[in-house]
């Protein structure tokens, strides 16, 4: 009898800024990120390129994800 295995918005298996920062922080030397929520941003950035465009190696500069939540004007 064969087994269906579906998963949903997997994170990406290949090197991603996020996977880079935990490696990081393991080694003693702290985040690459301002706070919290830059991290939480980039994940969420990388999954969408998982989903999207099927990227599975993918550094997300801070520019891309520091433009979330923001207006057309550069205002929050």
Do not use: H
Request: with cysteine.
């Amino acid at each position: 009898m064969p087994i269906t295995i579906i998963v949903r918005d997997g994170k990406p298996r290949g090197q991603t800024r996020s996977a880079l920062d935990k490696k990081l922080i393991d080694a003693g030397w702290g985040s690459s990120f301002k706070d919290e929520v830059a991290a939480d941003k980039c994940e969420f950035v990388e999954r969408k390129l998982k989903v999207n465009l099927g990227v599975e190696d993918a550094v997300v500069p801070a520019s891309i994800y520091n433009r979330m939540g923001r207006s057309k004007n550069g205002r929050k």
